[in-house]
Each structure stands twice: as structure tokens, then as C-alpha cells.
């Protein structure tokens, strides 16, 4: 069983990623280009998007919003307690995880 702060970081890393390809791709798009080089960026976004899909209402929330979109430190607190967020998100990145190794 890996630690929750190595579950963490590993959704850190995937999430950098994703922004990562994103970017590129909003800057191919803005600049009317279309690419092959981009197929790997493409594939990548709709991987994370997919199994973000797959996960629970509350796991896709937070994994948006305290990864991927890189929200507010504090967007939880109109959702959850604070105690009840810190369960949640432990949650999240198990199930998260979980659904990107299927």
C-alpha cells in the first residue's frame, strides 16, 4: 500500500501534467494551429478528463478543484467542513488513483 502522502504527490504530478497540456493546447488552438505533435497532449487531457468521469461527485470535485484547477486554498469551505474535506480528499486521491489504473 503506497502512504497517502506519496498517493498525493503522484496526483500532484498528473495534475501539472494536465495543466501542462492544456496549456499547449489552448496556445495551438489560439494560434490556428493544428498538430500531430499535439495528439499526445490530446490523449493525455482526455485520459484524466475520462477517468475523472468515472470517479464519485465528490472525488471529481475535489480533485479539480485541489488539483487540477489549482482553486482557491479554501474552495472547500462552501462544501465541507474542514475536518469532513480532509476525509474527503483522502478519499479522493485513493479513488482517483484507483480509477486512472483500471
Not at 497540456?21 to 489560439?30: F, H, N, T, Y
Not at 461527485?57 to 475535489?62: K, S, Y
Not at 479539480?64 to 489549482?70: A, D, I, Q, R, Y
Request: charged residues 30%.
Amino acid at each position: 500500500m503506497i502512504a497517502y502522502e506519496q498517493q498525493v504527490e503522484m496526483v500532484e504530478y498528473i495534475a501539472r501534467a494536465y495543466r501542462r497540456a492544456l496549456r499547449r493546447l489552448d496556445i495551438s488552438r489560439a494560434m490556428g494551429e493544428e498538430s500531430e505533435d499535439l495528439t499526445t497532449d490530446k490523449n493525455y487531457v482526455y485520459v484524466i478528463d475520462r477517468t475523472i468521469e468515472d470517479c464519485s461527485p465528490d472525488t471529481r470535485h475535489v480533485i479539480m478543484n485541489e488539483f487540477l484547477h489549482k482553486s482557491n486554498p479554501l474552495w472547500y469551505e462552501g462544501y465541507f467542513s474542514k475536518s469532513r474535506f480532509y476525509k474527503v480528499k483522502r478519499e479522493a486521491v485513493a479513488e482517483f488513483l484507483h480509477c486512472l489504473s483500471v
